[in-house]
C-alpha cells in the first residue's frame, strides 16, 4: 500500500489528536478499593499500622511503610493521585513479617490510605495526610 502526502499527513495529525485526548483515570479510590474488598464493609481503627511522613519536600520519592500483624494482604493507595492504586502486598502462611515498606510518587498534598485484609477475612482502613511541597507526578 502506498500513501500519497496528504494521506500521510492526515493519519499523523489523527494520531497527534488521539494522543492528546486524555483519557479517563483507570479507577477512583472507591473503586479500587471495592476491587480489593469484594464488596465487604472496611472498618477503620486498630490492626494496621501507617507510617508515613507529614511534610514531603518531593513528591518523588516519599517513604511509607504499612504493619498490619496477622494480615493475608495489604493495599496502599495514593488518593490525589491520577491512579490511586499504589502497591498491593501479599503475605503467605510462612511470611516471618506482616509489613511492608516502599517509596511512593505523589503529585500533590493527600490522604495515603492502608487496607489490611486480615486473616479472618475482615478489613481494616487507615489514613495519613502528606503535605508535599514539590510534586512528583509532572507538579
Same mark, same amino acid.
Given at each position: 500500500?502506498?500513501?500519497?502526502?496528504?494521506e500521510?499527513?492526515?493519519?499523523?495529525?489523527?494520531?497527534?489528536? $488521539?494522543?492528546?485526548?486524555?483519557?479517563?483515570?483507570?479507577?477512583?479510590?472507591?473503586?479500587?478499593?471495592?476491587?480489593?474488598?469484594?464488596?465487604?464493609?472496611?472498618?477503620?481503627?486498630a490492626?494496621?499500622?501507617?507510617?508515613?511522613?507529614?511534610?514531603?519536600?518531593?513528591?518523588?520519592?516519599?517513604?511509607?511503610?504499612?504493619?498490619?500483624?496477622? $494480615?493475608?494482604a495489604?493495599?496502599?493507595?495514593?488518593?490525589?493521585?491520577?491512579?490511586?492504586?499504589?502497591?498491593?502486598?501479599?503475605?503467605?502462611?510462612l $511470611?516471618?513479617?506482616?509489613?511492608?515498606?516502599?517509596?511512593?510518587?505523589?503529585?500533590?498534598?493527600?490522604?495515603?490510605? $492502608?487496607?489490611?485484609?486480615?486473616?479472618?477475612?475482615?478489613?481494616?482502613?487507615?489514613?495519613?495526610?502528606?503535605?508535599?511541597?514539590?510534586g512528583?507526578?509532572?507538579?
Amino acid at each position: 500500500m502506498i500513501l500519497s502526502r496528504r494521506e500521510a499527513l492526515v493519519l499523523a495529525l489523527g494520531s497527534v489528536a $488521539a494522543a492528546a485526548i486524555p483519557l479517563p483515570a483507570l479507577a477512583s479510590v472507591e473503586e479500587a478499593v471495592a476491587a480489593f474488598t469484594g464488596g465487604a464493609a472496611v472498618t477503620d481503627g486498630a490492626g494496621v499500622t501507617l507510617t508515613a511522613p507529614e511534610i514531603a519536600e518531593n513528591g518523588n520519592t516519599v517513604p511509607v511503610s504499612v504493619d498490619a500483624p496477622g $494480615a493475608s494482604a495489604i493495599m496502599v493507595l495514593a488518593a490525589g493521585n491520577p491512579t490511586p492504586a499504589v502497591a498491593t502486598f501479599t503475605f503467605g502462611e510462612l $511470611a516471618g513479617a506482616h509489613m511492608a515498606s516502599t517509596r511512593i510518587r505523589l503529585s500533590k498534598t493527600q490522604d495515603v490510605i $492502608a487496607i489490611a485484609k486480615l486473616a479472618d477475612g475482615s478489613f481494616v482502613r487507615t489514613s495519613s495526610e502528606v503535605k508535599v511541597t514539590i510534586g512528583g507526578c509532572g507538579g
